[in-house]
């Protein structure tokens, strides 16, 4: 084949491989501008795996789930027996109870829920709270 015939295709490579040079520095930018947010919403995100994985059996909505049955009839419309709808749960008291227990629930020791993840979860749980 001559050198003409490979004109074309070397132009379509070489204009395929700008345009995708420019998307990554575009998303080069976008990644870099986004990192803030991205660290503020990475210990909810990590507090509702540690909510999914150790706590919504119990605690999702639904009578279905026994703590949200048993917080909906201790509370008896006072207040939602649901968890995740509180404004007045404090990081402190979610990890008081994680650890000791409460009633039937129980107590979660740190082979199961670290110390980083019981965090996590306790500023998920709390993320309602009014200062």
């Known amino acids: 084949m ?11 490579v070489i204009a395929r491989a700008i345009a ?14 986004s990192a803030g947010a991205a660290d503020e919403s990475a210990e909810p995100a990590a507090g509702r795996l540690v909510y999914e994985r150790w706590c919504a059996a119990c605690h999702d909505p639904g009578i279905e789930h026994p703590g949200t049955n048993a917080l909906t009839t201790k509370y008896q419309g006072v207040k939602s027996g649901v968890i ?48």
């Not at 995708?20 to 501008?33: D, F």
């Open 84 to 131: 995740l709808e509180w404004n007045d749960l404090s990081t402190e008291l979610v990890r008081h109870l994680v650890r000791t227990g409460m009633s039937v629930m129980p107590h979660f020791r740190k082979t199961e829920i670290a110390d980083t993840e019981l965090d996590a979860l306790a500023s998920y749980l709390s993320r309602n709270a009014k200062p």
């Open 2 to 12: 001559s050198e003409r015939n490979h004109g074309p295709a070397r132009g379509n």
């Open 20 to 33: 995708v040079l420019a998307a990554a520095a575009a998303l080069g930018l976008l990644i870099s501008t």
